[in-house]
């Protein structure tokens, strides 16, 4: 298996379809129209990176989920915004203790998972705004260690969340009731498959199929697993700035993975020789 | 007997006060100018150790460790504890190079010098290393500054928290610098006492 660039866009610039100074979250719906929050904004692109619209946020979004129902959640400071598919805001859950800073977002069923970086664990609320429960909150570190200030998840089809917990070098499998399932990852950094430096990877997303996609800083990788933890391929770091870190992923129905270049202010594509995933 | 002063006493008071506001203004000005003079600092956007965008260990300089006048370097390593993660495998304390040990950490550190100390902190597991949060504390006795700790700790690999300072109860504050003429980036400045450390440099490192 090997992943290639197919393309890149955004980038930094003052134009409609760039980004002046930051890129922060990536996001992709059902319809593989890709939702990019930076500069206070939410660019939304389609796959050959042509700008489709684009809305302000209240305050600088930090990460972007879209809902099967269309609705764009919006990871800001102490705040989720919530926007229609037209770029309408709903509302917005404002709770300064456990949304402190909200860096990734995710659903299974009406269940709405918002990580929390300030406290380092995953909130699980309902769709009406209203909190459920911790996840990865209650241990002895009391969250996870993310040096990096960053954390971030995604769900499986099952329900399942993958985390990436950089400062011990692993991805953990959690239930939605805080039950830790298991974990993969090692630190090293002569084979590829282990995590290097202090703190890796910093990013996650799963493809459909369930592989595990993350990505590292220093130097900055994009790296492939099978929902096992079995290392199947990485794309290295000479197409990144090499002083990329917290380079959020996203990954749409054909299976290609959308990267963010967080210093250049890139979208890198890739896709996989000889097809999806 | 009291006896008025006479005018010509009076206009002699007030030369003599004259003359000691004069000679204390002087010396006010002179003791301030004195305090004012320049001190070394090392410009963190220049210096190599420091600065962003050039990345490891290989690359780390330690012109500030073998070219200061005084034995042990005026120039030391301090770490940020407010901006230090405190994590598990810290880049500036282990040489992440090495081999990697039984316990899943690697087996030799980074410091040249062994001046850097680890320590578990908080509730701390026994068992497993990846479940604690430790303290790094650099050892000023030991360190030479040298740097090789702060190009490991810096963006993107760490988070920056280790930094190059001179220490000012050491420095023989040379007026032309050891350290200034062999830096390769010319990252040493010359600025006023009032603006150091972290002010605007006002006067040439050379």
Redesign the interface.
């Known amino acids: 298996m090997q992943y290639r660039q197919v393309s890149v866009f955004a980038g930094k610039g003052t134009g409609a379809d760039r980004f002046a100074e930051t890129l922060y979250g990536i996001g992709i719906d059902a319809a593989d129209l890709i939702y990019a929050v930076g500069d206070s904004e939410v660019k939304v692109f389609d796959t050959q990176g042509r700008l489709q619209q684009r809305w302000a946020t209240e305050k600088p979004g930090y990460c972007v989920s879209i809902s099967a129902d269309r609705t764009v959640y919006v990871g800001e400071i102490g705040q989720v915004e919530l926007f229609d598919a037209g770029g309408r805001r709903k509302t917005a859950w404002t709770d300064p203790e456990r949304l402190g800073f909200v860096t990734s977002i995710g659903f299974f069923g009406d269940n709405v998972f918002i990580a929390d970086a300030k406290d380092r664990c995953i909130r699980r609320y309902n769709k009406s705004g209203e909190w459920i429960n911790n996840i990865g909150k209650d241990n002895r570190t009391k969250g996870f260690l993310i040096p990096n200030g960053y954390l971030d998840f995604a769900v499986d089809k099952e329900g399942v969340l993958h985390v990436a917990n950089p400062a011990k070098h692993r991805i953990e499998r959690y239930t939605m009731n805080d039950e830790l399932l298991g974990y993969f990852g090692r630190f090293g950094t002569r084979q590829p498959e282990d995590f290097p430096g202090c703190c890796n990877p910093t990013n996650l997303t799963l493809t459909r199929q369930g592989d595990v996609v993350v990505t590292e800083k220093a130097a900055p990788r994009l790296k492939f697993y099978d929902r096992s933890g079995k290392f199947l391929t990485f794309v290295g770091p000479e197409l990144f700035d090499p002083n990329c870190k917290n380079m959020d992923i996203a990954v749409d129905s054909q299976g290609r993975v959308y990267v963010l270049d967080t210093i250049r202010l890139n979208i890198h594509v890739f896709a996989c020789e000889g097809g999806a995933d | 007997m009291n006896e008025e002063p006479t005018r010509r006493d009076v206009l002699g008071y007030g030369a003599r006060g004259a003359g000691l506001l004069v000679l204390g203004s002087t010396a006010f000005y002179l003791t301030k100018k004195a305090h004012a003079k320049g001190v070394w600092v090392i410009d963190p956007a220049k210096c190599i150790n420091i600065r962003?965008?050039t990345?490891g260990i290989d690359q780390f300089c330690d012109k500030c460790a073998t070219t200061c006048v005084i034995p042990l370097s005026a120039v030391r390593a301090v770490n940020d504890f407010s901006k230090c993660?405190?994590?598990?495998?810290?880049?500036a304390y282990f040489d992440?190079?090495s081999d990697?040990g039984r316990d899943?950490?690697p087996v030799r550190k980074l410091c040249p010098r062994d001046a850097i100390t680890r320590e578990a902190i908080g509730?701390v597991?026994p068992d497993d290393p990846?479940?604690?949060?430790y303290e790094y504390t650099i050892d000023k006795t030991k360190c030479n500054g040298c740097g090789k700790c702060v190009m490991a700790c810096k963006?993107?690999?760490?988070?920056g928290s280790i930094r190059l300072e001179i220490r000012y109860d050491l420095c023989t504050d040379c007026n032309r610098c050891a350290i200034s003429t062999a830096c390769p980036e010319d990252a040493l400045a010359r600025i006023t006492r009032d603006l150091a450390p972290g002010g605007k440099a006002v006067e040439s490192s050379h």
């Open positions: 962003l965008g990345t993660g405190r994590c598990c495998i810290c880049p992440v190079a990697i899943g950490l509730d597991d990846l479940n604690n949060f963006e993107p690999a760490g988070l």
